[in-house]
């Protein structure tokens, strides 16, 4: 079992900045991909960043060259920096950790982008 918890989320002014950690815990040996996804009000959950064991990252076009996802192996930790940040980027963000073939959420956080 893989516990995996968000943070960092909160209200910003467009064209802000925020930073978002997302730390697994439990059964962690050979934890794999680990992805940042969100969910706008009345929209369906969208694949926003995703970062291989081995450090490789895909975007989302719509945030391609405003966020960047990295990792920390040594943490169990997977962050998501977002820059030049958009109302349109409003919506509760989810983690998901990957490991032996499950999938694991954490519960989200909340970002808010509003002036």
């Known amino acids: 079992q893989v516990h995996v918890v968000e943070s960092g989320g909160g209200l910003v002014q467009p064209g802000g900045s925020l930073r978002l950690s997302c730390a697994a815990s439990g059964s962690i040996f050979s934890i794999g991909a680990m992805d940042w996804y969100r969910q706008a009000p009345g929209k369906q959950r969208e694949l926003v960043a995703a970062?291989?064991?081995?450090?490789?990252?895909s975007y989302a076009d719509s945030v391609k060259g405003r966020f960047t996802i990295s990792r920390d192996n040594a943490k169990n930790t997977v962050y998501l920096q977002m820059s030049a940040l958009k109302p349109e980027d409003t919506a509760v963000y989810y983690c998901?950790?990957?490991?032996?073939?499950?999938?694991?959420w954490g519960q989200g956080t909340q970002v808010t982008v509003s002036s």
């Open positions: 970062i291989s064991s081995g450090g490789s990252t």
């Open positions: 998901y950790v990957r490991r032996n073939g499950l999938g694991y």
